[in-house]
């Protein structure tokens, strides 16, 4: 769950299966992994139903609760923005 939990940390909101892709875990054990999670609060869960080329994908899209990533390189401070 640690392994999910850092993918997470590092590439956002993701589907399941994505998840099961990039850390090598059968997609049946990431939902139960990502269940588990939910209950915990440690991460939030929503169904997700998208069309690819016609086709009718549905998943769990996941993301962590209360994380906010840093600021992009580049981007300027709040108190840069303010009119003096």
Do not use: W
């Amino acid at each position: 769950m640690n392994e999910i939990l850092q993918y997470l940390k590092k590439h956002g909101e993701r589907l399941d299966s994505e998840i099961a892709l990039a850390t090598g875990t059968s997609l049946a054990k990431v939902r139960i992994h990502l269940s588990e999670l939910s209950e915990k609060r440690e991460i939030m869960t929503c169904l997700s139903i998208r069309f690819e080329k016609g086709k009718k994908i549905e998943g769990i899209r996941c993301r962590l609760t209360g994380y906010i990533p840093p600021a992009a390189p580049g981007r300027k401070s709040k108190s840069q923005l303010q009119i003096s």
